[in-house]
């Protein structure tokens, strides 16, 4: 359950994190067109101001291309900023005043074409000049709000990320943390079944030295009977049964070893006479 909760939290901070880069992405675009716009309109007011101060149509050239690209680029501007979240006001500032200053500015050059322009050039273009820095001013407060706007997203996504790294690690270490318990438990239930194997086997064998020793009533054809039994129930490769006579151990019965090379033992010697003082 906590894998899976993980693996949701991820997954919507990842759907979090690609819709933030997406805004990211529109900021980008919509601080890229309105550099462009306002350079359109400077190139419309240096072109402008030539034509004001020399009379050469030369001048307009400039403006004439600006003003024709002017409206697509006003208008992708406006579309990004509204995919963007950025509040209306600023656009209409800035078109409002842009709008303003060429209606002007068409005006002036009619009139100077016609010859029915009136006042000192040099006063004109100063007066120009002052209401084409209003339509700066509203340029700037536009791409500041821009760039403090693609400063918080940044953050967000940033943070985003940082969260998305967290969780997946989250992931990955219970999901570690689930196949190192399974490892365990495999191994635990394996050892508990191989237990319970050698516990039956065990019980296996001891039936059968019982069945044995229930077997014949004659001393040596019992021996002969049990002691391979038990050598095997025990897991040992060989054996040897003793009896005490005489104050002697004396090998009755052997498995493994050869008989006739036993000797007799005192009660304190060897394995078997140190087993009968114990």
Request: glycine fraction near 8%.
């Amino acid at each position: 359950l906590i894998v899976v909760a993980l693996l949701i939290a991820s997954l919507v901070v990842d759907r979090m994190r690609v819709r933030n880069r997406e805004e990211l992405q529109t900021i980008d675009a919509a601080q890229i067109a309105n550099d462009a716009t306002f350079g359109l309109l400077r190139d419309m007011e240096t072109a402008y101001r030539g034509f004001l101060l020399t009379g050469d149509e030369q001048f307009l050239e400039p403006y004439e291309r600006a003003i024709e690209q002017y409206p697509a680029a006003i208008a992708n501007l406006r579309q990004l900023g509204q995919r963007g979240g950025i509040p209306v006001e600023l656009f209409a500032g800035f078109e409002s005043a842009a709008r303003n200053w060429q209606a002007q500015i068409v005006q002036e050059i009619q009139q100077i074409r016609a010859g029915t322009f009136r006042g000192a050039t040099i006063e004109q273009a100063l007066r120009d000049k002052q209401r084409f820095d209003e339509i700066r001013a509203r340029q700037a407060e536009l791409a500041q709000y821009i760039d403090n706007r693609r400063s918080v997203l940044e953050g967000q996504y940033n943070g985003l990320v940082n969260a998305g790294l967290l969780l997946m690690l989250g992931v990955t270490a219970t999901t570690l943390g689930a196949i190192g318990y399974g490892v365990l438990l495999v191994r635990r239930i394996g050892l508990l079944a191989a237990d319970q194997h050698e516990r039956q086997e065990r019980q296996e064998a001891y039936a059968n030295v019982v069945s044995a020793l229930n077997g014949p009533t004659q001393l040596e054809p019992l021996l002969a009977q049990s002691l391979p039994l038990i050598v095997d129930s025990v897991g040992a490769q060989a054996g040897a049964i003793y009896l005490l006579e005489n104050d002697y151990l004396q090998p009755v019965q052997a498995t493994g070893f050869d008989q006739q090379a036993l000797t007799a033992l005192r009660p304190n010697e060897g394995l078997p006479g140190r087993a009968l003082e114990q």
